[in-house]
């Protein structure tokens, strides 16, 4: 339990890193990451807190299009996620130039992207709570039998068009990370299983 515990934070960290990164490069964000810096440009708080926000309102869609009832487990993810957020941003980046090169942009975004994946490819391995926004592709994929992938772009979508109309950073960089992420998750992922399974840590 402690050992699938500290699998979990670690992740959450290196993701909420990665979040941070791609904020910083100012190239672009994830697609629900931008709505969430869009909220937060209107209406001040901080990032962290409208992502539990956003993430709260895609449990509710996720609970409408499966007919069931609402998910709490799936807001520790993103709670947890948001609180590591807003330390990597407020006690680090708040304090750093924005890269004045393109070269440099580049480079912390594809850093962060990657951070992003590889958090999400260990996190998810720990067997707790996953984040609503994997929920709801599922949710449309087993509900209107979409594939996977078209589920996926639905979703991504839907927070690029809201990120866009919130004037948050979307970019092209947000859509390397909607079609590009999902291999870095699979890749870090299959890599995590064959070592915790090595190690026996999975059942403990």
């Given amino acids: 339990m402690v050992s699938r515990l500290a699998i979990y934070l670690v992740g959450l960290a290196i993701n909420a890193l990665g979040i941070a990164l791609t904020i910083y490069s100012a190239a672009g964000v994830g697609s629900w990451d931008a709505a969430a810096i869009g909220v937060n440009h209107y209406l001040g708080l901080t990032i962290g ?69 590889v958090g999400i490819g260990i996190y998810i391995e720990a067997k707790f709570p996953k984040s609503p926004v994997d929920g709801l592709m599922l949710a449309l994929h087993n509900r209107f039998h979409w594939s996977i992938n078209v589920s996926r772009i639905v979703v991504e979508l839907t927070g690029t068009l809201l990120g866009f109309i919130l004037g948050g950073p979307v970019g092209l960089g ?29 059942s403990i």
């Fill in 174 to 202: 947000t859509l390397i990370i909607a079609l590009f992420v999902g291999k870095v998750i699979q890749l870090v992922n299959s890599k995590v299983k064959k070592i915790l399974n090595y190690e026996g840590i999975r």
């Fill in 49 to 117: 807190t409208w992502t539990i926000a956003i993430q709260v309102l895609i449990v509710l869609t996720t609970k409408t299009v499966e007919r069931k009832r609402f998910q709490y487990g799936s807001m520790l993810a993103i709670i947890l996620r948001s609180i590591f957020l807003d330390l990597w941003m407020y006690l680090l980046f708040d304090h750093l130039e924005i890269p004045s090169s393109i070269l440099m942009q580049w480079l912390v975004f594809l850093l962060g992207t990657l951070g992003i994946g």
